[in-house]
């Protein structure tokens, strides 16, 4: 057993020891929150500082970027407007040798269509020169277009319109106008869509004609034979200063008729061939067709020499339109043309168009005795 004195100070010494672990407790509270607090401000600023070598990385990275995108983007402008500006020569001269091209091509165009019109009179007058059966009169017909329909309305007001009545009041209210359409909106759309008007109520329709006796074409013939303008002289001018040359040539056997015995309608004429409708037949099956792309010689025409006496050589052979035959075939009959072909003209059937020639004016003259 201890004195007395000893348990006294075994108690003092655990106070103390109690009292000094209380101070240290507290001044390692105290320690690690300073420590702590230094961690966060010393990371805070490492934070900061982080971001701030970041932002500033960034932005150095951002604006080489945006100054290698801003280089590419003017050297690729470049490139673009310099292309820009080869492809635009490029076109250019692509459009101004396609339009040499057309305009040649259509120089060429109108060339031949005065070569065939020459040809067409010069065969017509060297047929009927020394043919003293007939009394010729040179007709002239104008079938200049003038298109009568209305241009397309456009009306301010509802009273104004012509279609008041069938015009919707929103149409007017939104538009300000109405939109009817005229019923052609150019001359060759107007002469495709009104065929059969073309010749009966959308041209000039002046007529007029002149006497040739032997002498004046055979005085024609020789000023065409010598002069490349000569055949001008068959062009003449109406009433209305529309230029036109002549249509046809009509023959007369008496001075007392009224109307022709036969007409020769010039565009009708391809070389020494005038077009008729003839009535054929197949040499070795027998099977008959009609063709309004019949072309037989003209002298046998003027002559009225029937189809039994054209032998091969006076007319363009036709093939058997049985497709097992395909034998040639035999004009049996013709007569003339009396109007003009109402749809477009067919091509594939026209033997002169086959051989490379060209019809400019199918289905513009009716003749004389249809007007």
Known sequence: MLPKGSDWKSRKSK?????????????????????????????????????????????RKYKLEKERVEKNYELEKEQ??????????????????I????????????????????????????????????????YWYCHQWKCEHKKPLQCISREKCEYRDKLDDLQLLYSGKCKHKSQCQSVMECRNKFKRKWQTENNCKLEWRKRYDQELLKKSLEVISERRTGWLEFFQTCENNHENLISSFLLYTSENSNKPDLE??????????????????????????????????????????????????????????????????????????????????????????KRGYECF???????YQYI
């Open 264 to 353: 020769i309608i010039r565009h009708l004429v391809w070389n020494h061939y005038y077009r008729v409708f003839g009535n054929w037949k197949c040499s070795r099956c027998q099977k008959k067709w009609r063709s309004a792309y019949t072309w037989i010689s003209l002298q046998k025409f003027i002559t009225k020499a029937t189809g039994k006496q054209c032998i091969k050589g006076d007319y363009v052979m036709q093939k058997c339109k049985e497709r097992t035959c395909g034998n040639d075939g035999i004009i049996s009959s013709y007569k003339p043309l009396v109007r003009s072909e109402s749809g477009e003209h067919k091509r594939h059937l026209c033997e002169k168009c």
């Open 99 to 138: 339009e040499k091209k057309f305009g040649r091509l259509k120089i060429e165009r109108i060339k031949k269509m005065y070569e065939l019109e020459k040809e067409q009179i010069i065969e017509i007058v060297r047929n009927l020169v020394h043919n003293k059966s007939y009394i010729v009169y040179g």
């Open 80 to 97: 673009a407007e310099s292309t820009y500006e080869l492809e635009k020569l490029q076109v250019e001269r692509k459009y101004e040798l």
């Open 15 to 59: 106070k103390k020891y109690e009292l000094e672990k209380e101070q240290i407790e507290r001044i390692y509270e105290l320690e690690k929150e300073q420590v702590e607090r230094k961690y966060e401000l010393e990371k805070e600023k490492v934070k900061r500082k982080y971001n701030r070598l970041k932002n500033e990385r960034i932005e």
């Open 361 to 367: 004016e199918s289905g513009t003259y009716f003749g």
